[in-house]
Each structure stands twice: as structure tokens, then as C-alpha cells.
């Protein structure tokens, strides 16, 4: 499934902290990894970022499988 990352994207989920399936708004984040100070090495993740319209828990997960 091919999703844009145009503006809102809101999607039914289940929540885990309501434990109902609810509105959820679904972003993407990169969040840059620092690695240890020997190698100035930095990843960067794109997380999946869900948040419950309903009480604002979120979730997030990794996108690249590693
Ligand atoms: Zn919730």
C-alpha cells in the first residue's frame, strides 16, 4: 500500500491504551541516531509515528527492518 505524505493522514487503529480501534494521525519522523564519539557516524531512522486522536497516546516504530 502506497501512502503520500500529504498533510493529515488520519487512519482507524487500534490503540492500546483506549483498547479500542480509534482516529489516529499517522506521520513520519527521521530521528538522527548518535553513535558512539569514535566514529562521528549518524544514522538516520524514519520512524512511524501514530498518535490517538482519542488520548493522545503514540506509537512509534522503525520503518527499516533491520
Ligand atoms: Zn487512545
Redesign the pocket.
Same mark, same amino acid.
Given at each position: 500500500m502506497a501512502t503520500t505524505d500529504d498533510s493529515f493522514n488520519g487512519m482507524t487503529e487500534h &490503540?492500546e491504551? &483506549?483498547d479500542?480501534d480509534?482516529l489516529h494521525e499517522v506521520s513520519v519522523q527521521i530521528r538522527t541516531e548518535s553513535r558512539k564519539e569514535e566514529n562521528a557516524q549518524f544514522s538516520r531512522e524514519p520512524y512511524r509515528v501514530s498518535e &490517538?486522536q482519542? &488520548?493522545?497516546?503514540r506509537t512509534s516504530q522503525r520503518m527499516n527492518n533491520a
Open positions: &490503540c491504551s &483506549c479500542l480509534t &490517538c482519542q &488520548c493522545g497516546h
